[in-house]
C-alpha cells in the first residue's frame, strides 16, 4: 500500500507543486511516523519469542557468516536477489522517465501507472 501511495500522491504532487517539495513532504511524513513509533512502540523483553533460551554467548558474526557461506543454496539466494534488486531498481528509474517523453504524459498519470504496476508483481 505504501508503494501505491506513494507513487500515485508523488506523481499529483509533482505535478501540481514540484518534485522537490515531494521530498520535503515525504521527510515530514516520515518524522512524524519515526516520532509516533518512537512513544508508542515498546521492544519486548529479550527471549520472550524464543522457544528455547541459548546457553553460553551467542556465536561471533564471524562464525554465523562463515555457516550461512558455507551453503551453496544461500550463496545462490544472495546473487539472485542482487540481480533481481538491480534489475527492478533499473526498471523503476526507467520507466517514468519513458512515460513521460515517448506517450507525453503528466507526472500524475505516470505515478497512477507505475502505482498500478506495483499492485500487480
Not at 507543486?17 to 515530514?28: D, E, H, K, Q, S
Not at 529479550?46 to 558474526?61: F, N, T, V
Amino acid at each position: 500500500m505504501g508503494a501505491v501511495a506513494g507513487s500515485v500522491l508523488g506523481g499529483l504532487f509533482t505535478q501540481n507543486i514540484g518534485w522537490r517539495y515531494w521530498f520535503f513532504a515525504l521527510g515530514v511524513v516520515s518524522l512524524a511516523v519515526a516520532i509516533a513509533a518512537f512513544f508508542t512502540l515498546r521492544e519486548p523483553p529479550r527471549g520472550m519469542s524464543d522457544p528455547i533460551a541459548l546457553k553460553g554467548p551467542p556465536p561471533s558474526m564471524w562464525t554465523v557468516a562463515k555457516f550461512l557461506w558455507a551453503k551453496k543454496s544461500f550463496r545462490q539466494v544472495l546473487i539472485g536477489a542482487g540481480l533481481a534488486a538491480t534489475g527492478m531498481n533499473a526498471l523503476g528509474q526507467f520507466f517514468a522517465r519513458y512515460f513521460i517523453s515517448t506517450f507525453h504524459l503528466g507526472f500524475a498519470e505516470v505515478g497512477a501507472i507505475l502505482g498500478g504496476m506495483v499492485t500487480c508483481r
